[in-house]
């Protein structure tokens, strides 16, 4: 015990950026909810319950399936049971990993929650305003067409679009696989830290005071925000018909979404919010971490890159100019951590 609590301080002071962060935000939704008599309040604790679960999730898949199926396939020792649980306790589950993990999984859950707060308010804060523009922007950087008509006779086919409407879902879970991954990651202790840090300040940034500025709901819901024709129209009809043949989840979202925004109230999940995508943000950051990790997690990573920003388009969420602009963010932000960290002294002789 009286060598585990430095360790833990130590922790906690090499994540006084992230934690600085973290706090800052949450201060600064209480300060504008009180500034602006917004309707409910900043929420702490929104997603402690589904993180915790969820990180339970991944490390039992892990520690009992993952990990024993490739240890079988490609280590097979002669002592199977005695190798696997020798690897849990000297590699897995050492104490030195468990403790670096304890400021994300503890306060993320909070960033994560005022986040969904601040994505909820952004309608009532700026109404949006921007789809109209997105949609000429698009409409002028490739070639007179709109993005999703240049990709319809590639991915205009139901099984297809289910397909790329698979991998779009999938994001969801790849978010917290790279989470709890560079959580309890060891390896490169700040290239992890410049994760956590480029993915709160994305979120913030990106995701919180640009989504904002540039309010905008998304081509799915083009004709509901502005009254005017519909270029998307032709698009949702297909997908439409295409659920019919093979499941469209996105659309089972979309319309969820609006009818949570319709009726109001925070819960977990909430917000419509186009400009910029912060779904393409994150991918594009998982992909910057795979290539800094080995080869192979960085095609994989890119790989699932390409299929994010193809599915924003193809699948009416997003204008194609919400990832340009998430990608062109996201790398000046991780630009600027590295910086940063290089100055930091904690990290400087990592």
């Given amino acids: 015990m009286s060598l585990i609590l430095p360790a833990i301080l130590r922790t906690f002071r090499a994540h006084a950026w992230f934690l600085?962060?973290?706090f800052g935000f949450a201060a600064a939704g209480f300060i504008i909810n009180t500034l602006l008599h917004a309707p409910g309040r900043p929420s702490l604790s929104l997603y402690t319950s589904l993180v915790a679960r969820y990180t339970a999730l991944f490390l039992g898949t892990f520690l009992l399936a993952v990990h024993p199926v490739y240890v079988m396939v490609f280590k097979r020792p002669a002592r199977l049971t005695r190798y696997?649980?020798?690897?849990?306790?000297?590699?897995?589950l050492k104490?030195?990993?468990?403790?670096?993990?304890?400021?994300?999984?503890?306060f993320m859950p909070v960033f994560v929650s005022v986040f969904t707060w601040f994505k909820y308010m952004i309608p009532a804060v700026n109404p949006y305003g921007w789809d109209i523009t997105f949609t000429e922007w698009d409409r002028a950087m490739h070639g007179g067409y709109y993005p999703w008509e240049l990709l319809q006779p590639v991915l205009?086919?139901?099984l297809v679009t289910s397909v790329v409407n698979f991998f779009y879902q999938l994001w969801f879970f790849v978010l917290y696989a790279v989470l709890v991954w560079q959580a309890f990651s060891l390896r490169d202790l700040r290239l992890r830290m410049q994760f956590f840090l480029t993915f709160s300040l994305s979120f913030i940034l990106l995701g919180t005071i640009a989504a904002t500025l540039l309010s905008s709901a998304g081509p799915c819901y083009f004709g509901l925000v502005t009254n005017m024709t519909d270029p998307f129209q032709p698009l949702m009809d297909y997908l439409r018909s295409a659920d019919t043949a093979f499941p469209v989840w996105s659309l089972d979202v979309q319309d969820m979404l609006w009818e949570r925004y319709k009726a109001g109230g925070l819960d977990v999940g909430n917000g419509i919010s186009a400009m910029p995508s912060m779904h393409v943000s994150s991918a594009y950051l998982f992909a910057l971490v795979g290539w800094r990790t080995n080869r192979a997690a960085g095609i994989a990573l890119t790989i699932f890159l390409l299929l994010i920003i193809i599915g924003s388009v193809h699948l009416a969420w997003h204008?194609?100019?919400?990832?340009?602009?998430a990608i062109a963010g996201t790398w000046i932000i991780w630009r600027g951590v590295d910086l940063l960290l290089r100055r930091d002294s904690v990290f400087r002789e990592v």
């Avoid at 104490?95 to 503890?106: E, K, Q």
């Fill in 20 to 22: 600085s962060i973290v």
């Fill in 84 to 92: 696997i649980l020798t690897d849990w306790r000297n590699k897995y």
């Fill in 95 to 106: 104490i030195d990993r468990i403790i670096v993990a304890l400021p994300i999984l503890l």
């Fill in 156 to 158: 205009g086919y139901p």
């Fill in 319 to 325: 204008y194609a100019v919400d990832a340009y602009v």
